[in-house]
């Protein structure tokens, strides 16, 4: 079993920044795909960016592709996504995601465990 908790949240104003991280507890966390996920009032879940077991393979939703950076700390059992230059669009519930295997995925689908997600607002 898996569980993950979510953290780094709050109010910003468009073109501001934070980092949300994921803390991860149980087995294996090192050898799990990972992902971040986000939504908003009203909307479906969607799929933000997701890492390999390594950090090797990154994948990016087109809508935060080179604003937003996801990057893990094995040793740590945690996983991050720096989030830059956001926009009012991007606020959401962020939800951290775990897969059984070492691949990440833009599947909603494939994750096997979720965490209880963390609020991103904008202030303007």
């Known amino acids: 079993q898996v569980q993950l908790v979510e953290s780094g949240g709050g109010l910003v104003q468009a073109g501001g920044s934070l980092r949300l991280s994921c803390a991860a507890s149980?087995?294996?966390?090192?050898?799990?795909?990972m992902g971040w996920f986000r939504q908003a009032p009203g909307k479906e879940r969607e799929f933000a960016a997701a890492i390999s077991w390594s950090g090797g393979n990154t994948y990016y939703a087109d809508s935060v592709k080179g604003r937003f950076t996801i990057s893990r700390d094995n040793a740590k059992n945690t996983v991050y996504l720096q989030m830059n230059s956001l926009k009012p669009e991007d606020t959401a519930v962020y939800y951290c995601a775990a897969r059984r295997t070492v691949v990440g995925s833009t599947s909603l689908n494939e994750y096997d465990y979720w965490g209880q997600g963390t609020q991103v607002t904008d202030s303007s």
């Open positions: 149980g087995r294996s966390f090192s050898s799990r795909g």
